[in-house]
């Protein structure tokens, strides 16, 4: 994590839908944490030992405590089947301090888009413009059926949102899209629907427009082949299966490399490289950077050995 732990404890934790978990964390000594604003995320230091990060969808009146909604993703990298099955309530973990990549620009009118997953960010601008009083704001939700659907209470009722049950997840925003104005456009959700909005879009000012796409970064392929990792520091070499990361090979061994993101899209796993092939799976470095950079969380090889300077 890059910035200070924070220890909580599980005050709340349920299925509130589809294999989706609603966690509420509170702080372990009853004080007041750090300020999240809408759009904010927490990297939590899963039971599994990964550090994901998760979006703050709410916070308490109190303030000392964060709300989340988490996916267990059984195709995904371990974290969140982690925290759907191995937490229960009274469980303590450390979480990041809120952090932004989604920031929400205050504005005269929002158009607030969430495909699946993608409502924990949205939602938290939902409750900012409930909260603020704005009204010229829409929030479209699409997801796949009712029991697939998160914050039905909080959102029925309000004028202002459509969810919309598909399970394709087509919408035609066309009409909302085709006459560009002052609208700040907020889009979270699969790539599919970040790529159709961005499509849609490309005749707005970039200013107006912002996404954020869960979809990580696939470390580990099925055709992907275990390699050697040498260790310039102790002459070590070790083997990276091909069911593994070098992120998590090299730790198993006790060498410390730090991470947050742990899906290469931060930069805090940067390590250096001598020589090998190297299959650069990550969203964070330029050309430059790469000829003599990799971030071990997602990064492979695409020849039998990479040297480190570790
Ligand atoms: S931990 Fe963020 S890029 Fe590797």
């Known amino acids: 994590m890059k910035t200070n732990k924070i220890k909580v404890k599980i005050t709340t934790k349920r299925e509130v839908a589809n294999q989706l978990f609603f966690f509420e964390l509170t702080s ?13 995320y927490i990297a939590v230091e ?20 964060y709300c989340l ?36 620009v205050e504005g ?22 409930v909260k603020t009083k704005h009204e010229k704001f829409k929030l479209i939700y699409l ?20 969810i919309h049950y598909s399970k394709d997840g087509r919408y035609d925003f066309w009409d909302l899209l085709m006459t560009p104005s002052e609208k700040h456009i907020y889009c979270c959700g699969p790539k ?9 879009t490309g005749h707005w000012p970039t200013r107006l427009i912002h996404f954020e796409d869960f979809t990580p970064v696939e470390a580990i392929r099925a055709d992907d082949k275990a390699f ?9 070499v070790i083997t990276v299966s091909e069911k593994e990361t070098m992120i998590h090979a090299l730790r198993n061994k006790g060498y410390k490399i730090n991470s947050s993101c742990e899906s290469g899209t931060c930069g805090s796993c940067k390590v250096t490289h001598l020589s090998g092939v190297v299959d650069h799976r990550d969203l964070a470095l330029d050309d430059d950077e790469k000829k003599n950079s990799l971030l071990a969380c997602v990064s492979r090889s695409t020849g039998d050995e990479i040297l480190l300077d570790i």
């Open 28 to 40: 372990v000594d009853a004080s007041v944490l750090p300020q999240a604003n809408p759009g904010d």
């Open 69 to 104: 909604v988490i996916k267990r993703e059984p195709e995904g990298r371990g974290g969140s089947i982690s925290m759907a099955d191995n937490t229960k309530e009274g469980d303590e973990l450390y979480i990041s301090e809120p952090e932004n990549e989604f920031s929400f």
């Open 46 to 65: 899963t039971p599994s030992k990964d550090n994901r990060h998760y979006s703050i969808a709410s916070t308490s009146n109190d303030g000392k405590s």
């Open 192 to 200: 599919s629907l970040i790529a159709e909005i961005k499509d849609m």
């Open 228 to 236: 050697t990792v040498r260790v310039k520091s102790t002459g070590e």
């Open 108 to 129: 005269d009118e929002h158009l607030l888009i969430a495909g699946g997953i993608g409502i924990t960010p949205i939602f938290s601008m939902f409750e900012h413009l």
């Open 143 to 162: 997801t796949k059926s009712e029991s697939d659907t998160v914050f039905l209470n909080n959102l029925m009722g309000n004028d202002n949102v459509s």
